[in-house]
């Protein structure tokens, strides 16, 4: 079956639906309303919600994550995670009524469209979640892991950042060592990072090595410009690079959206580029 997930304006309302389809293309009748449900994640008066991530446990629940604020100029921005049961209804076992809310230190009047909350499910059940917040006024990425039951694991790591503008654009878990990659849109120069973080939620330092005039303190990171590379899972170092655009000119921006690990325990990394601000 087939779940899609977005937001829905009502007046001057944004909740978030979800709706699911059987295989062929039909409404699936057991689930929500006729196939649809539909949330108010901070059931206040006026105000903006949006899923930017969805994630289905092994047991079939769904996990949906996103941010939502209110209407008003100076309203605060949270993140914010729900699970749903199989049937469409919210799994009150999860967080507070089946909803986590956290509040965000990203500045009311930030562009509210270019911040994502994105998760991955790790074996035993908890929640990796990876978004942006802002420190020393500078966009950093975010990395923190909840319990199955919704509570935030204060085991793990220290909600690491990095003090240069980087927009999170996706994160996976690498199959071999549960070791997390985080990769997105790097603003310094226009280019992409690549982040590996250890089990434990601190940067794995022996993965790559920053570059010198990006901010980056360390390795376990990269921060590249020049186009789409494939990178060596245990090393770190550049493999392949896609060089200029057709024009023989940089590209002037360029943002990774997805990751995957090849069949040769490879990383690649793909998303869009910009020529003259044309993606």
Not at 216 to 221: E, L, T, V
Not at 244 to 259: A, H, K, Q
Request: charged share 15%; net charge neutral; proline share 2%.
């Amino acid at each position: 079956k087939i779940i899609l997930a977005g937001r829905v304006a009502i007046g001057f309302l944004d909740d978030i639906a979800l709706v699911r389809y059987n295989n062929y293309g039909s409404l699936d009748a057991s689930f929500g309303i006729g196939g649809i449900t539909i949330t108010d994640v901070t059931n206040t008066n006026f105000h903006i919600e949006k899923i930017t991530s969805i994630v289905i446990q092994t047991d079939g629940k769904i996990i949906v994550a996103g941010l939502t604020k209110g209407g008003e100029l100076n309203a605060p921005i949270f993140l914010f995670l729900i699970r749903y049961n199989t049937n469409g209804t919210i799994d009150t076992t999860f967080g507070i009524n089946g909803k986590i809310t956290i509040t965000s230190n990203i500045p009311s009047n930030f562009p509210f469209n270019t911040v994502r909350v994105l998760l991955a499910l790790q074996a035993d059940g908890k929640i990796l979640v990876t978004t942006n917040d802002v420190i020393n006024n500078k966009v950093a990425v975010k990395l923190l892991r909840i319990n199955s039951n919704g509570t935030v694991d204060s085991n793990f790591g220290s909600s690491l950042f990095f003090d240069v503008d980087n927009y999170v654009g996706s994160i996976i878990i690498q199959p071999t060592d549960n070791k997390i990659l985080i990769a997105g849109h790097s603003r310094p120069n226009n280019g992409f990072f690549l982040a590996r973080y250890n089990t434990d939620g601190s940067l794995d330092t022996s993965f790559g090595s920053a570059v010198k005039n990006s901010g980056w303190s360390g390795g376990g990171c990269f921060n590249i410009g020049g186009g789409g590379v494939n990178l060596n899972e245990t090393f770190g170092y550049v493999l392949t690079t896609f060089g200029l655009s057709n024009t023989g000119t940089p590209f002037v921006s360029e943002e990774v959206r997805n990751i995957i690990i090849d069949n040769n325990g490879k990383i690649v990394v793909g998303g869009m580029v910009s020529e003259n601000l044309i993606r």
